[in-house]
C-alpha cells in the first residue's frame, strides 16, 4: 500500500521501518528534520508526504501536534483526497479525536483512531497492541499495516472509542507502576532489599505485567526514556479531562497527576516515567546503589 507516515519519534519511527520492511510504499516526513527510515521518501512536509497516498498515518505527540499535521500549513488536508484513509495513532482527547474525523469525512477521507500500547521494544519487533475506533470497513482494509505494526487489534467502537481505551489503560498503569515505586520506596525505608522483594510481588496476587517490564530498569537506575514522564503526564491530564467531561471522579488520578508535576519541577520529565521513583526516594531520603546488570 501506498502510506504517508507522519512522525519519527521513539514509537514511529520502528513502525515506519516496519511497513518499509513488509514492502509498503512509504513516504516519511518528522517535525525535526535529519530522521530518516531506510527504504523510504523523505517529504518535505505533511502535504507532501500525503500527496498519492491511500493511508496517512500519524503518530505524533499530542493534541495540537496532531490538529497541525492535518490542518495546518501544509498539513495533510491539502493532499487530502477521497478514498484517503487517516489513522492517527497519537494519544489525544477522544472529544478533538471526533472533531478531526468529521473534517476529515467532510472531504471524502475515512478516519480512524489506533493508539497503541507496548513499548519502544514492542514497537521495534512489530509487537504493537492497538485499540481502534472506527468504521469495520476501513478497520478491515488496514489489517495488512497493522500486521506490520503489532500482534493484536481491538475495535473498541466508533471514532474515539480507541483513544478512550488508551487513556484508561494508561491510567491503570500510571496507578500500578506509583503503587509499586512507593512500596519499593517503603520497603527500602524499613530496610528490604527490592531485589529480594521482586520474586515475591511477582508470586502473588500483585503479580502485574508493568512490574515486570519496569523492574530491571529500576534495579538498574535506568530511567532511560521508553516512554518519557512527560507523555504520560500529557496522557494522565487527558483522562482526567474525559473524566471532567463525563462528571466522573478519579481521585487516585488527581494524586498521581500531582506526583507527575513535582516530578517533572525536579527535572525528570525527559527521563521515563519510571523515574517518578526517584522523586519519592527523595522525599524518603533512600539512597539506592544500582543492581549491577
Known amino acids: ?106 472531504r471524502g477521507g475515512q478516519y480512524v483512531d489506533a493508539p497503541m500500547t507496548g513499548s519502544k521494544v514492542a514497537a521495534e519487533s512489530g509487537a504493537l497492541i492497538f485499540m481502534v475506533g472506527g468504521e469495520e470497513h476501513a478497520i478491515e482494509s488496514l489489517k495488512p499495516l497493522f500486521a506490520a505494526m503489532g500482534k493484536k487489534i481491538f475495535r473498541m467502537g466508533e471514532t474515539g472509542k480507541g483513544q478512550a481505551a488508551k487513556l484508561v489503560m494508561n491510567l491503570q498503569i500510571a496507578l500500578i507502576y506509583e503503587g509499586f515505586a512507593e512500596a519499593l520506596t517503603l520497603a527500602t525505608k524499613l530496610g528490604v532489599d527490592p531485589e529480594a522483594l521482586l520474586p515475591l510481588i511477582q508470586s502473588s496476587m500483585v503479580h502485574s505485567g508493568v512490574i515486570e517490564y519496569k523492574a530491571p530498569f529500576v534495579l538498574k537506575r535506568d530511567f532511560t526514556p521508553n516512554f518519557p514522564l512527560r507523555l504520560m503526564h500529557k496522557d494522565i491530564r487527558l483522562a482526567l479531562d474525559a473524566a471532567r467531561e463525563v462528571r466522573v471522579k478519579l481521585p487516585a488520578l488527581e494524586t498521581v497527576e500531582e506526583i507527575y508535576e513535582m516530578a517533572t519541577e525536579d527535572g525528570h520529565e525527559n527521563e521515563d516515567y519510571a523515574a517518578t521513583l526517584a522523586l519519592l526516594e527523595k522525599w524518603a531520603g533512600v539512597e539506592v546503589k544500582a543492581v549491577p546488570a
Open 1 to 106: 500500500m501506498r502510506v504517508a507516515f507522519l512522525g519519527l519519534g521513539i514509537m514511529g519511527r520502528p513502525m515506519a521501518s516496519n511497513l518499509a520492511k513488509a514492502g509498503h510504499e512509504l513516504a516519511v516526513w518528522n517535525r525535526t528534520p535529519g530522521k530518516e527510515v531506510e527504504g523510504a521518501r523523505s517529504a518535505s512536509s505533511p502535504a507532501d508526504a500525503a500527496n498519492g497516498a491511500e493511508v496517512v498515518w500519524l503518530c505524533v505527540s499530542d493534541t495540537r501536534a496532531v490538529e497541525n499535521v492535518l490542518f495546518g500549513a501544509q498539513g495533510v488536508e491539502a493532499s487530502l483526497a477521497a478514498g484517503m484513509t487517516v489513522v492517527n495513532s497519537s494519544t489525544i482527547s477522544p472529544s478533538a479525536e471526533r472533531r478531526f474525523a468529521e473534517r476529515v469525512r467532510a
